[in-house]
């Protein structure tokens, strides 16, 4: 457990900040406090290893956080005020916590159990370099390969255009090998490929990729350039509030452009941030509240624990084989399998009504109580943490031989790292994408390995 409680972070900050917030917030209860601090340490936690390793296991507990811990806190201490029905929290403050926050501390143990010293998370960066020197022409492949999957994969059906979906991400990890090259023109590379995710966000509405491939792409500028602690701190700070900014105007633009039928664009984004600004500004209680909505997936938890056992009974295991086999199987080996956004499971177990547009998932806590209740649940939790960790070290296994491996992990990880999906797309995106990588590297293996003879 070194790597989550020996990792040298700030002590007299973190302490220095637990007081005054309990100072400063005398009504948070204890259990809202202890949800704080659990927070505040993994966030602290993510700040210093930047630079130092691409931080999987922390961002993992970090959104684990933000959302089963602190989005909770926020609307139990005030936002919920601002919400109705089946979003706001449907079962008292000390009822939630005692079940999800020990079940959150159970899965970020379960990811740091005898993690090494972050095993699967370090980079070699001095074989990366020869690698890429050795190599030239690979990134540039890589970010060809990525941009005409992501063209091509719109023809196939959703099986094929999952793969097509996954291989897409290779432009990514052209441009990290990039910034490990001596290549000059690499920032024309790297805003072409932003460019592209930017502009598919603004067209489709949805920016949860844009947000998280900026994360990886920070953390592979740190380690490669080692900025100072301000500037890592500012620039967190920054993409903070640029991430608060896209959850607020992202209501009025979905609404703009999928229901009063504007063109997505530019154009109409611009629109957009214009009559929010003229109407109430960006930062009213009411914005923060729908804001944290999106982050608050306490709220989903809540219908999950007064629906189930008072209206339908514990699983029992029985849910989690559904979602074992959607993840697993091929749709064409399981016909009646689970679908991604599978609206009729998730009314089932939550007890919402969600009209057919909406999607939304019980996430890995909710299953964890739906099968197995609040002891079970923290248990399987813990298992579901060492599951990532176990991921990750076999990754770390193969570094040596293959010193580009270790950057895959961004690929592997950059969905589940998002704890309000389903479980079953999670385990489906972590199961694919091992095994086209462990594909890739098999079949290129002489193509991407160190040799070792010739140095």
Known sequence: MKTLFKFNINWNIFILLSVLIRLIFLDLSIFSFLAVVVSLYQFLL???SLGKIIPIRFLLGSFMCLQLLLGPVLAYNGLDNYQTGFYKMQIPEQEYFMYVLPAVVMFILGLHFKAGFFDGETVDIESVEKYVKGHPKLPFLLIIVGFCSSIFGSFFSNDFAFVFFLVGGFKFIGVFL????DYKLKPIYLIVVYASIIASSIMNAMFHDLLIWLIFLGTIFAIRYKP???FKTTIVIAFVLF???IQIIKPDYRKSTWKQGEEAGVETLEKTISQRQ???GFFDFNQLAQSNLRINQGAIITNIMRNVPEHIPFSNGTELMQVLEASILPRIVAPDKLNAGDRDFFMKWSGM????????G???VGDAYVNFGIIGGCIFMFFYGLLFNTTLKQFNKYKKEFPLLILFICLVFYYPIRPDCELHTILGHLFKSCFLIFVMFKIWKHDLMVKFSAN
């Open 228 to 230: 100072s602690g301000l």
């Open 278 to 280: 003229e109407k109430t």
């Open 243 to 245: 991430a608060v900014f």
């Open 362 to 364: 019980l996430s890995s």
């Open 46 to 48: 993510l700040l210093h």
């Open 178 to 181: 990039l910034m490990f090259s």
């Open 353 to 360: 009504v969600i009209s057919s547009n909406t999607s939304m």
